[in-house]
């Protein structure tokens, strides 16, 4: 049970950590905005990560996510990767990346496994190895250390813990990772943005040497890349029978900062960017947004809000409402309930989409009790 320190309301559905309600957040943004930062400041000063994206104006520019670092000389990007050094950058190349890898038997329980080949067989015989799952075959799982956000509710925190190692994955080296049963790639982390350069070239590599066999190829990102890197991404999706998964935070920017630490105005307009890909391949989908349902703070106006959005775009792109765990710097809220989730679904689905789904519904728990 934590309180609201702007309108000392009291609630469980409050991150301590964070100190400010839903209601604040909305309606005075500017006034709570300065302990926003300084909240997220003092979390990433934890991690020894920057407290900002780096601004130095003699700096070296990255400009591969949103944040777009001026680095300074002895200094690191905001995800922590890259450092100048000398007058030099050092840090992930499309090389070179840090990352760790693994493979999930097919079905997986990917955000878009509801709509996707592996999971369903939808786009056989061209896309998929089977009219069905994917039984018998395996994901080739590439998790990216680093992020270009600073989410509370971070699901994947423990990577910050590896990101003062250096990058030590290869192309090659990651090449050999693949076999006759891999069947798709998916890339996530953290996220991918800060390291897309690899993640594009990584799947150049790989498509010369499956050749003519099946290797869809997706993504699961915040979104916040340059745009010139998402057309990349999106081309090679569309080539593989892949997708890309915009996991949409927030759709009002106060709350995403609020949340994250970052702006998601990029986020947003790459979704939209993406969404002109849909036509070009319905199925299986090439483009799937997620959000996940964070209690107390993304609520059924939240979601209608993101939904309304994507509806606006293409009503046909699958959406899928994650259950939450508490977890990272909002361990203290509760379960996403069963109520908040079909309420939001609801709310999804009235805003125009035709293809909602709730996902992690092993999370979903009671009703919150409200004090």
Request: with cysteine.
């Amino acid at each position: 049970m934590a309180v609201c320190i702007n309108c000392n309301k009291e609630s469980n559905l409050i991150s301590e950590t964070l100190g400010i309600c839903l209601e604040c957040i909305r309606s005075e943004f500017k006034k709570v905005s300065g302990h926003i930062k300084e909240v997220h400041r003092k979390t990433r000063k934890d991690f020894d990560l920057p407290e900002e994206p780096p601004k130095g104006p003699n700096g070296i520019s990255c400009k591969l996510c949103v944040n777009e670092c001026k680095i300074p000389k002895g200094e690191k990007g905001y995800c922590g990767l890259r450092k100048n050094v000398n007058g030099t950058l050092l840090g992930p190349t499309k090389d070179l990346a840090s990352l760790s890898f693994y493979h999930d038997n097919l079905p997986t329980n990917c955000v878009a496994n509801w709509v996707c080949p592996g999971g369903t067989g939808i786009g056989f015989p061209k896309f998929a190895c089977k009219d069905g799952p994917e039984y018998g075959y395996k994901n080739l799982a590439i998790f990216f250390i680093g992020c270009s956000f600073n989410c509370l509710f971070c699901q994947n925190w423990h990577y910050r813990n590896q990101i003062n190692r250096p990058s030590s994955i290869t192309v090659n080296k990651l090449l050999r990772a693949i076999d006759n049963r891999t069947s798709c790639i998916c890339y996530f982390g953290g996220d991918p943005a800060p390291q897309l350069p690899f993640s594009i070239e990584f799947s150049k590599r790989a498509i010369e040497t499956r050749k003519d066999k099946i290797l869809r190829i997706c993504w699961e990102t915040n979104g916040s890349m340059h745009p010139k890197l998402l057309e990349k991404l999106m081309e090679v999706a569309l080539s593989t029978g892949g997708c890309v998964k915009f996991d949409l935070k927030a759709f009002d920017e106060r709350l995403n900062l609020a949340l994250c630490g970052i702006t998601n105005k990029r986020t947003l307009e790459n979704f939209a960017l993406a969404s002109d890909y849909v036509r070009k391949r319905k199925d299986p989908p090439i483009l799937v947004a997620s959000t996940l349902l964070v209690p107390g703070y993304i609520d059924r106006k939240e979601v209608f809000d993101i939904a309304k959005f994507i509806a606006g775009l293409d009503r046909s792109i699958p959406y899928s409402l994650l259950g939450f765990a508490p977890n990272f710097y909002m361990s203290d809220l509760p379960c996403t309930s069963r109520k908040h989730a079909q309420d939001c679904k609801s709310a999804a689905e009235k805003a125009g989409l035709i293809n909602v789904n709730l996902g992690n519904i092993q999370l979903l728990g009671e009703d919150y009790k409200w004090s």
